[in-house]
């Protein structure tokens, strides 16, 4: 508050005082007995007055506005995230106060949803945990007192403890691909032999359950692009597994491949029973379970894995979907490489 007040005092000193000054020099030069060189000189000293003073008012007003940005700043270092400018008028500063103020938002958004992001891991590992603690717990006290009881309390232990390790590995895997360390196993993988292997694949399992699988693949002849074939895999068997689990008997899914201007454009296309309109916009979260997921088995980490591979990839991933109608994923590979 002090600081406030002195640079509104310093403030009204710069105006008062140039003012002041060029009250003056108008007074006396209207007083008769000035030579004209008098008066030139008069002028100058009031157009110099002058602009000292619109300059201090400049110098001031940008202090002020530095010295409030400086203060967010170390706010927003310390952890106070809740601490905000407004911005008033639409020069250079309050853009960059406008700036800022995106900033901090979005901080806050990040720190909200690793918050989440935490609690959702505690509660993923937790479940199977507290489930072997009790079966543990129940052979110790002699609940099962015969070897079949026994043996159907181990088998339920394993079973558990097979669906914490595979918790376990999902989130390192989701890690990894947070942490863009994919970039250490990277190699050429030519796509036109790529996508005729995982159509193969697809027609295999989609006959087996009963769907219908389109296929169309139309890109020049030595395409390739730089990637880890592990995490890509990855990628394609989420989103035709997901367009399975999503899709009943008869209904068709479709992967395309096609060149769209500079980019390579893969489609994942169902008929099924679509995405609503509510969980659209949050079905990359982690842990998030959308209103036809929650009866599914899983973990919620699939689709978050494919944008943190495709996003480390620095690709594009898109989804249209409509609840009753069917869901495209859109998948951007660019750039992609021709080999000459």
């Known amino acids: 508050m002090k600081y406030q007040s002195k640079l509104v005092l310093y403030s009204a000193l710069y105006i008062a005082f140039p003012g002041a000054l060029l009250f003056l020099g108008l007074t006396i030069l209207k007083m008769d007995g000035f030579r004209p060189e008098d008066r030139i000189m008069i002028a100058i000293l009031i157009f110099l007055s002058s602009l000292v003073g619109i300059c201090a008012f400049v110098i001031t007003r940008f202090d002020r506005q530095a010295g409030m940005l400086e203060k967010a700043t170390r706010r927003i270092a310390e952890g106070d ?33 690793r918050f989440r ?44 403890s097979d669906v914490l390790e595979d918790r376990i590995k999902e989130l390192i895997e989701f890690v990894k691909t947070e942490t863009g360390d994919w970039r250490l196993r990277a190699e050429r993988i030519y796509l036109e032999a790529y996508f005729n292997d995982l159509m193969d694949t697809f027609t295999h399992d989609t006959r087996i359950l009963k769907r ?9 002849a030595g395409s390739y692009v730089e990637a880890d074939e592990t995490l890509l895999n990855r990628v394609f068997e989420n989103l035709m597994g997901n367009a399975i689990r999503y899709t009943q008997e008869g209904d068709s899914i479709g992967l395309d491949v096609r060149v769209q201007g500079k980019t390579l454009v893969v489609s994942i296309n169902d008929t099924g029973i679509g995405i609503a309109a509510d969980d659209l916009p949050h079905i990359y979260d982690p842990f998030y379970r959308g209103t036809h997921s929650r009866r599914e088995a899983g973990h919620g980490l699939g ?6 591979i495709i996003r480390s990839h620095d690709w594009r991933i ?23």
């Open 81 to 113: 995230l809740d601490y905000h400018l407004v911005a008033r008028g639409d020069d250079e500063f309050s853009q960059v106060t406008r700036s800022f103020e995106r900033m901090r938002i979005s901080l806050k958004e990040e720190q909200s949803k």
């Open 117 to 160: 992001f935490l609690m959702a891991v505690s509660h993923d590992l937790k479940t199977p945990l507290t489930s072997i603690k009790g079966y543990v717990e129940a052979l110790q006290d002699g609940f099962a007192d015969n070897m079949e009881d026994r043996q159907n309390y181990l088998r339920i232990l394993k079973e558990k």
């Open 212 to 220: 219908k699988f389109n296929s169309s693949l139309v890109i020049p």
């Open 318 to 340: 898109e989804c249209f979907s409509k609840e009753g109608k069917g869901t495209e994923f859109l998948i951007h590979l660019a750039p992609f490489f021709i080999e000459n």
């Open 303 to 308: 689709l978050s894995t494919v944008k943190n």
